[in-house]
């Protein structure tokens, strides 16, 4: 008899399966899936990761796959967020004594948090956006214009001025080093304020919605969109145009550290491994005989052979996967270790010490602003990935020496 490597949440409608052995899940994360399990449209079942946690609108760490209908709210407003790393040719010994420069000259190569640098970036975003940075936004530029155009709402006072740029909470940057010792860059952004503003408008134009048409809901945050619709269109537009940004923007902010790392360090190519995916985002796909929406809210495909990466935290390791395309988890894996509790507990639970302790040995800021996105505050990623290991395969395991945050 063979042993399902999911276990089963009770639901209020369709099967809720979850990749969640030893891993700690709180009611109010399950609660929230049964208040989604339940809704008409839900395709087949719910995959949950096992990073799952309580998120505002939906389920971190789930696979929510629909037909006819979308939940902007299940998607978010950090649209497109998600991971690049890339392999390089430098090994550790290439690497100085000290990582304090190139930690500051990347902080100072790339805008992040609410961070002002005079004459280079203020709070987080370009003072004059770098040629590069414009050059890329051109195409997406023309499509804003035409979106905003049907929803002023939407307009971002400067898309431009966020190409390439961090973000704050858990964006980051980091210099990682592998399990032979080659070194790696990773970071994790997403669509910054222009996928913020559409997400937000579009939430309240699906809320509004439910309000015209006397829906009622178990949250009103489950408010959404049928498709067929003019608004449903809309936002797929959006979203997928948001998508596009989030993309380009890890490419941006990719190719500035890397120019950072040559100023510092001798002469490198680029290695065999290169991975830009999203893990907040919705994708057409075929699961079970039916083409279907899948969200991946808080969650990375999986597909037999695709490339995926799974971070731990400022001071746990993280690693690069190969899917094995596990029907059940709609060809998922989680987005890295989740949060074990919430911001606020952290500040309130660890002190600034606690931090020094856990992030020994890492290049990275160690003051009470970054106390929430300390290691303690998430789960414990070995057990993550030991629940996940029918979806996914481990191909690096990567340590990190330098940490930029927002």
Partial sequence: MTTRSFELIESNGKPIKAWTRGVPVEDSAKQQLRNLSGLPFIHSHIAVMPDVHWGMGATIGS??????????????????????????TLTASDL?????????????????GFVTTPGWAIKGGWHVAPNSAITRYRSLGERHAEMVAKHPKIDHKSPISQMGTLGGGNHFIEVCLDERDTVWVMLHSGSRGPGNIIGRYFIEKAKEDMRRHFINLPDNDLAYLVEGTEL?????????????????????????VLRVLREHLKPFAIGKHAVNCHHNYVARENHFGENVMVTRKGAVRAREGDLGIIPGSMGARSFIVRGKGNKDSFCSCSHGAGRAMSRGDAVRRFTVEDHIEATKGIECRKDKDVIDETPAAYKNIDAVMAAQADLIEIVHTLRQVVCVKG
């Fill in 63 to 88: 696979v929510i796959a629909t037909k006819a209908a979308i939940i902007p709210a299940a998607v978010g407003v950090d649209i497109g967020c998600g991971m690049m790393a890339i392999e390089t």
């Fill in 96 to 112: 100085p004594d000290s990582l304090l420069a190139i930690r500051t000259s990347i902080e100072r190569a790339v805008p992040h």
């Fill in 232 to 256: 449903f269109d809309d936002y797929f537009e959006a979203l997928d145009w948001a998508q596009e940004y989030a993309l380009e923007n890890r490419n941006q902010m990719m190719e500035a």
